[in-house]
């Protein structure tokens, strides 16, 4: 190889060690660290900058002599550099409270007096990943809905065990004034047999919602409790589970496995207890209380909704 072409290689290799763009996804409204990294030396200089059509966007700027940071508009007060770090070759920035705005492609720009120079390139995506997917009955409609999603969700429908018959549905999917999505779709099923999955992704993951056909549970007028199951076969540990009448009455909730059940002051009269594996028992039951009693279980990828429906009957004293 000839010096000529030994020095084009060697251009070559520099020009990809310098313009390679390192991906970063980040989630919106959390931190988010964009990694730079430099050859130690005496009397630093980073620059970091966002590169926007039209113009460049300086997000802060840092010398070892001045201790200066300055900040675009819409970034002062989100950025700081790890300042202890940067003798050791870390030019690293923090951003918080990720916005959709953020978006883009950043350059790290560093140097030192001993005549180093380094450029990196940066590009920050942001999502909003499916925190909760929600579904509600009507007769032999079924409604499936999420919101404040990015980039935009997609939906599907399933049984458990699955069926030979395509699901037909309207799904519709909308762009809120702040650039997040909301998604909604219906679906009939008349198998009551069949357990009912809507499950929402986008390229950071997937949520599911799986619904369990109600259950028949016979109280009597006179009977002192009555004990409702909440169970599911092969279900993760939850992380939220929440009991409801009629799909939106609140009756007790719990976040965390440590956290004590709270018991909704309309219910507090007929909530005896709740147990470990988050059965409720019930007393002093009325006709007001004939309807569809549901258990959702809610971990970090699904949430099920297990439902019993209680029927009230007058019956006789014993």
Known sequence: MSVFQSLVVLLLIMWTLTTAVVEVSCVLEE?????????????PVIHWIKLEPG???LV????????????????RGRTSLF??????????????GLQLQDRGRYKCYTSTINGDHKESFINLRADAPVRHVDMEQVEDSFTCRSEGIYPEPQLTWSTRPPSNVTLQNQTSVKETEQQ???????????DRDSVLICSISTRSGRRSALWYQPTLVHVSLFKTTTTIHCTAPNTKPP??????????????????VDSPPRVSEQWRQQVEDVSASGSLTLHHLSS????????????????????SYVTIEEGKIP
Not at 62 to 70: K, P
């Open 31 to 43: 931190s988010c660290i964009l990694p730079c990294s430099f050859q130690p030396g005496k009397d």
């Open 180 to 190: 997040l999505y909301e998604i909604s779709s219906t679906v009939t099923l008349s």
């Open 55 to 57: 113009n460049t966007r």
């Open 239 to 256: 992380t939220h589970w929440v009991w409801k009448f009629n799909h939106s009455q609140i009756i007790v909730d719990q976040t965390g």
């Open 83 to 96: 300042t202890d770090q940067i003798s050791r070759g870390n030019a690293s920035i923090r951003l918080t």
């Open 288 to 307: 007001d209380h004939q309807g569809t009693f549901t258990c959702e279980l809610s971990s970090e990828e699904e949430t099920l909704f297990i439902n």
């Open 60 to 75: 802060s700027d840092y010398s070892a002599r001045h201790q200066i940071e300055l900040h675009g508009k819409r970034f």
